[in-house]
């Protein structure tokens, strides 16, 4: 599913009309407002979802689907992944990149050093830390300017400076 990216994954039914309860893997939730279909995961098959209408509540997004109007028609896409094509994504910024594009990257410091592969991001309040596995040894590193040197999302290499204590 590389040109799929995901946005959410329906996490419960909302009431008897056929809206569902997501939980937003995106970092502005708001975005919501402007999607117009997502595409499901049903396990079996991708399949395309027009947004009718959406709200907010709490940490969620109350959705409701075009032609899913009642509970049943909805109930068996609990814990199911949404997804949206890369042309309907979000915009990005220079130097910002799609958690997506990053995992799996290969990571060297900037001596050439081979630190492992990129196989997390985790969300902080001031900045996100990736996480560089190799073997069973992880290491985290702030995704700041003074750490992430270069990110070759075509080469598949991230070249990072690793500050005095992080290893």
């Known amino acids: 599913m590389g040109d799929m990216l995901q946005v959410g994954a329906i996490t419960a039914t909302h009431g008897l009309r056929g809206e569902v309860k997501v939980f937003p893997t995106t970092d502005d939730p708001k975005r919501y407002d402007d999607l117009k279909e997502v595409w499901l995961d049903t396990g079996k098959g991708l399949r395309e979802l027009e ?51 990053l995992i799996g990257l290969k990571v060297v410091d900037d001596t050439g050093r081979q630190l492992g592969t990129l196989s997390d991001v985790l969300a902080t309040g001031a900045n996100d830390v990736y996480v560089v596995t190799e073997g069973k040894q992880e290491i985290l590193i702030p995704a700041i300017k003074q750490c992430i040197l270069q990110v070759n999302l075509e080469e598949g290499l991230m070249t990072v400076h690793i500050l005095g204590g992080m290893l």
């Open 51 to 101: 947004v009718e209408r959406v709200r907010y509540f709490k940490n969620l997004v109350i959705v409701k689907f075009k032609g899913l109007d009642c509970i049943g028609d909805v109930e068996g896409y609990v814990k199911k992944p949404l997804y949206v094509t890369r042309d309907h994504a979000v915009k990005l910024e220079e130097n910002e990149y799609f958690v997506a594009d």
